[in-house]
């Protein structure tokens, strides 16, 4: 592994443990995500909730996979562990980018939060509005 891969790593991990030693645990589970956006699964390009009031969290970002079954892992490689799935069409919050390996040669990892931290390969996950900040 490359020195600036395991330094995105290494800054990714200390922007998590910051974010939990402020952030209330419910907060950063986002146990109360509707992948549906909370407008009955269609999204709404205003950033909001679906009232038309914009009150998405400011430091996220959203995605949609492209994959028919995307592996999220526990750091930006293919070899980490796997946390979960995410399946074709599923939103997904985005808090940063990093670059990794590269899968199909795009290099970027998004650092996603949908109820656990894990890395989806961008090469599979589009951006819905701008692009995510670096990690």
């Avoid at 109360?32 to 998405?56: A, E, F, T």
């Avoid at 592996?71 to 808090?95: E, T, W, Y």
């Amino acid at each position: 592994m490359s020195l600036r891969s395991r330094l995105s790593i290494a800054t990714a991990a200390g922007l998590l443990a910051a974010a939990a030693a402020v952030t209330p645990a419910a907060a950063a589970a986002h146990d109360d995500w509707d992948p549906s956006g909370g407008n009955g699964g269609h999204h709404d390009p205003s950033g909001g909730n679906g009232d038309g009031h914009g009150h998405q969290d400011p430091r996220l970002f959203e995605g949609v996979v492209t994959a028919d079954t995307l592996a999220l892992r526990s750091a930006p490689n293919r070899g980490s562990q796997i946390i979960r799935f995410a399946h074709r069409g599923d939103i997904v919050k985005i808090f940063c980018k990093t670059g990794g390996e590269t899968v199909q040669g795009n290099p970027l990892w998004y650092l996603l939060t949908d109820g656990t931290w894990a890395w989806g390969a961008a090469r599979y996950i589009d951006n819905i509005g701008p692009a995510p900040r670096w990690c």
